[in-house]
């Protein structure tokens, strides 16, 4: 992968992975910079460029979490550098403090922010589409639908970002992170930028109303530039009563019902949309002005779809607009082929069923429930806090104690055999809700347990904070010298970076004793024994 990534031939097609293109166009756009925390369905666009850093001339980095990632990558753009960070769609909420300033600052070289959104939460612990993020914070935001587009949004992000000054969102999904298929190559660029700070510039948000006026003609700047945004794309021959508005992948699955439904080419027009913020205002219209009924499929939120009912109250045109809101697609979880199929077959009354999926009646399969895998500490962890709280207490643990979780793959601990967790929100909030446990009177031991990578990213606060207001909490942190669940990425605790550099190794419970946290323990999982009497003595 390293050899196609750094290939210098334009006009090849190779095969990519979804987040390789992303990481391939970060390269072509001379990204100098790049940041991310580890999340699914995020992880690989790091992993791919960090691979190929040094030998690209770049700077990668694994921070320790998605604020401190856009942070690297915010200074860099503000030094004339084109830079991009990369998270999955629960890290934009990390970084948003720092975004929401970002945007009235500004930018000097292009700035991307990549956001891995997982409908359906396939790998996360919610469904949010952060293109209500890119509305929220007045960012211009690119919906690519392929891998190829994925390439090509860095390269047309960056120069977005660099003609208005803000940074530019580009919203994955998991299927398009996570599929591979062709992708033309560009030319790599020939010459490094070397950074120009202006030392005579403050980049800051203050005064705020001033910054937010300058924001939104910064913004304007680039309206027409969005209309002509290659991603955006009319497919009719006039004459169609239904239009389709097609979203980023939503294209994909619209010309597929198309096609299963046997529509005829000039029966439905498709507006294929890769601009879902803000919306190219002149291509939109006309295509609300020219149709009947509009289908509208995106997947996610209706983002689009309440869009598109504003603009025709505005033009005074009344198209019959049916998706998410109507209920010919699902508010919840991921679009698919057959239910896009399905929507498009009520709107045309044409009598469709999806195909069964056939499974041999007499086939006989054993219960499966989600699990760890073989010999994971976390099962033996797991099995001494259960052990530990009867012997203390003399009960069963679920009604005598509260177990806060956090994000890892000790997440599975919410379901059976485990039993484990009380509480499962974000990263670090095991600590945080113990804090708060700890207050409510009631007389349970209050447990935290997190791994080292979440203690790093977002464990710390939360544990000062316990110590500095006295919380009675008992923290268990599962060290395992990696970030397991998104792929055995490195973090602060394993004691290399990105790049394969070695870096000092900072140790849990070094942390912990600076934290002057009064009782500190190091026990090998393994040893059941020792953990089941460490769990009772703390």
């Known amino acids: 992968m390293s050899r196609v990534l750094l290939e210098d031939a334009p006009g090849k097609k190779v095969l990519l992975l979804g987040n390789e293109a992303f990481a391939r166009g970060a390269l072509e756009a001379n990204v100098q910079v790049a ?31 998605e604020k401190v990632a856009f942070e690297v990558a915010y200074a860099a753009a503000v030094s ?7 998270m999955k769609h629960v890290g934009v909420n990390v970084a948003s403090d720092a975004i929401m300033v970002a945007n009235y600052a500004g930018v000097e070289g292009g ?19 952060n293109r209500m993020f890119a509305k929220f914070a007045e960012l211009p935001c690119l919906e690519p639908c392929n891998p190829q587009e994925a390439k ?45 700070l202006k030392r005579e510039i403050t980049y800051t948000g203050f005064p705020a109303a001033d910054h937010h006026k300058l924001l939104h003609e910064r913004l304007a700047s680039i309206r027409d530039d969005l209309e002509k945004v290659p991603f955006n794309r009319l497919e009719a021959r006039g004459g169609e009563r239904l239009g389709i508005v097609a979203c980023g992948i939503g294209y994909n699955y619209a010309k597929e019902a198309l096609k299963l439904l046997n529509v005829k080419d000039g029966e439905v027009a498709v507006l294929k949309l890769g601009v879902p913020h803000p919306l190219p205002k002149k291509l939109v219209g006309d295509f609300l002005k ?25 033009l005074s045109v009344h198209p019959e607009i049916l998706g998410k809101l109507t209920g010919h697609l699902p508010m919840e979880g991921e679009i698919d082929p057959e239910k896009v199929t399905s929507g498009l077959a009520r709107i045309l009354g044409i009598d469709y069923k999806p195909p069964e999926v056939k499974v041999p009646g007499d086939l006989e399969l054993p219960r499966r429930t989600l699990s760890l895998c073989a010999g994971c500490p976390h099962l033996a962890t797991f099995y001494a806090i259960k052990q530990a709280i009867r012997r203390e207490i003399k009960g069963d643990p679920r009604k005598v104690s509260v177990v806060c979780g956090d994000i890892g793959c000790y997440g599975l601990g919410l379901f059976h055999p485990y039993n484990m967790f009380n509480t499962h929100i974000c990263m670090g909030a095991s600590i945080g809700a113990a804090n708060g446990f700890a207050r409510t009177g009631l007389d349970n031991p209050v447990i935290a347990y997190l791994g080292e990578s979440t203690f790093f990213h977002a ?30 990425q490195p973090n602060p605790g394993v004691g290399v970076t990105a790049m394969g550099k070695p870096a000092p190794r900072i140790l849990v419970e070094d942390v912990a004793k600076a934290f002057k946290v009064p009782f500190v323990k190091v026990v090998d999982a393994y040893n059941i024994n020792e953990l089941i009497e460490t769990i009772r003595e703390a």
């Open 459 to 488: 464990g710390m606060p939360p544990l000062l904070n316990a110590v500095y207001n006295g919380a009675n909490i008992k923290v268990i942190v599962q060290d395992n010298f990696t970030t397991a669940m998104t792929g055995h």
């Open 152 to 196: 090509d949004s860095v390269v047309i992000a960056c120069e977005l970002s660099e003609k208005c000054k803000l940074p530019v969102i580009v919203r994955s999904l998991t299927r398009l992170s996570h599929v591979r298929g062709d992708v033309e190559l560009g030319p790599l660029p020939k010459e490094k930028r070397k950074p120009n």
């Open 290 to 314: 020219t149709y009947d009924k509009i289908y509208v499929v995106e997947d996610g939120f209706p983002f689009v779809e309440e869009q598109l009912k504003v603009m025709c109250y505005d």
């Open 80 to 86: 004339g550098l084109r830079a991009m960070c990369s």
């Open 35 to 65: 940041a991310a925390y580890p999340g699914t369905p995020s992880s690989e666009i790091m992993e791919a460029l960090s691979s190929v850093a040094e030998a690209a001339g770049i700077y990668a980095e694994w921070s320790v979490n």
């Open 111 to 129: 700035l991307v922010i990549i956001s891995a959104d997982d409908p359906f939460g396939h790998s996360s612990q919610n469904e949010q589409d």
